[in-house]
């Protein structure tokens, strides 16, 4: 769409934190071209300052209760400010940004409103099911990031499928060159905030402590920090793990941190599109999933890697000590999987398809006008 000036985008989330979404998020605002788009972000919670993206006016605003007289009377701010700077886009992520920023973007008459589904909606309540139900409509679009969240949403929320636009993850691949690990499995880790328990860090270490009782050689890791850390590293005793368990906590460099593992693994009980999957796929660590969400969208079973059945401890740990006793289906596994993944995901395609959806919508908007 011809135009002189780039168009304001205002992209609104709860708070920024070391998680999928929310890297997703800020690996989008910096690569936007600015010549086309100019990005605002606004988060409704308190978020560390070192997250927030360079060359984007940041609005750290403190919104705790939506539906109380400080929520609204923020949602009036919002709305002065949309029609002030003349927001072109607004796109929100999560249950509230998408009740307070969606709102808002009606109220003010913004002309591309996007709200995005990156999971599959396990933690909503009937209450906020019902809340974003009236907001939902207001909506000119949705984005997701895999088709399984699409259908997910499709069928609970009946949305129009025509409606919802899968782009895939982006993935920066130069910071994920291939290694080859050609020798025996030595280590196995799982890479995820210990903030969610449907994140299942503890079928992952129940599932090791079966697979260390005859392989007590592998030592097991687990990148990610959060309040669920000390019952975590209570079990990891329990199970006879203490002296092989390393809890990395939070690590600035988890690509890196990723070349000391043969095998990556992601035992969620709900998932949507996981980017520590993928970072696995390209790094070369062999992964095993369970069989929730996106995950059958990024492995093929048998071919680039394990899946599994959720909450099932005996099918993650015999999957897990397969890949142990067979390096060469390993290695297989890993090869393949980096095929898979670098033919796919990349944040080239994943901003263009950011951007041409965005001006679709944008000028769909003007015809809408005549």
């Given amino acids: 769409m011809?135009?002189?000036?780039?168009?304001?985008?205002?992209?609104?989330?709860?708070?920024?934190?070391?998680?999928?979404?929310?890297?997703?998020?800020t690996g989008l605002i910096d690569r936007l071209d600015r010549r086309r788009f100019r990005p605002h972000l606004l988060t409704l919670r308190p978020t560390p300052a070192e997250l927030v993206p360079a060359d984007c006016p940041h609005l750290a605003w403190d919104v705790p209760r939506l539906l109380a007289p400080g929520g609204l009377a923020a949602l009036a701010r919002l709305v002065r400010l949309l029609r002030r700077e003349n927001m072109a886009v607004v796109q929100t992520f999560f249950q509230d940004s998408t009740l307070f920023g969606g709102?808002?973007?009606?109220?003010?008459?913004?002309?591309?409103?996007?709200?995005?589904?990156?999971?599959?909606?396990?933690?909503?309540t009937r209450r906020q099911t019902l809340l974003l139900h009236r907001v939902y409509p207001h909506m000119t679009g949705f984005l997701c990031n895999a088709g399984v969240v699409r259908d997910n949403f499709v069928e609970h929320d009946g949305l129009d499928p025509t409606d919802i636009t899968v782009i895939p993850n982006g993935v920066d691949t130069a910071a994920l060159p291939w290694v080859e690990?050609?020798?025996?499995?030595?280590?196995?880790?799982?890479?995820?905030?210990?903030?969610?328990?449907?994140?299942?860090?503890?079928?992952?270490l129940a599932a090791a402590g079966r697979v260390a009782r005859e392989h007590p050689e592998v030592t097991w890791h687990i990148v990610g920090d959060g309040q669920l850390r000390p019952e975590l590293e209570a079990q990891a005793c329990r199970e006879g793990l203490?002296?092989?368990?390393?809890?990395?906590?939070r690590v600035a460099d988890v690509a890196g941190y990723l070349e000391r593992l043969e095998v990556g693994?992601?035992?969620?009980?709900?998932?949507?599109f996981s980017n520590a999957l993928l970072e696995y796929m390209f790094k070369g660590c062999a992964a095993v999933a369970t069989d929730v969400g996106g995950n059958s969208e990024a492995i093929t079973h048998e071919q680039t890697g394990l899946l599994v059945p959720p909450d099932d401890v005996e099918a993650l740990a015999s999957a897990m000590s397969r890949l142990v006793k067979a390096v060469p289906l390993r290695q297989t596994l890993a090869r393949a999987a980096r095929a898979q993944v670098a033919a796919v995901f990349s944040w080239d395609a994943c901003v263009t398809d950011h951007m041409a959806f965005?001006?679709?919508?944008l000028a769909?908007?003007?015809?809408?006008?005549d």
Avoid: M
């Fill in 2 to 25: 011809p135009q002189t000036r780039p168009q304001n985008i205002l992209f609104c989330i709860d708070t920024l934190v070391r998680g999928g979404t929310e890297l997703q998020l």
């Fill in 103 to 124: 709102t808002a973007a009606r109220l003010a008459g913004v002309p591309v409103r996007l709200a995005c589904f990156r999971d599959l909606g396990f933690w909503r």
């Fill in 181 to 204: 690990h050609a020798g025996p499995t030595r280590h196995i880790g799982l890479v995820g905030n210990l903030t969610r328990p449907v994140k299942r860090t503890d079928l992952f």
């Fill in 242 to 249: 203490a002296d092989r368990v390393v809890f990395a906590g």
């Fill in 265 to 272: 693994v992601l035992c969620s009980d709900s998932e949507g």
């Fill in 358 to 361: 965005y001006e679709a919508g």
């Fill in 364 to 369: 769909a908007a003007e015809r809408g006008k």
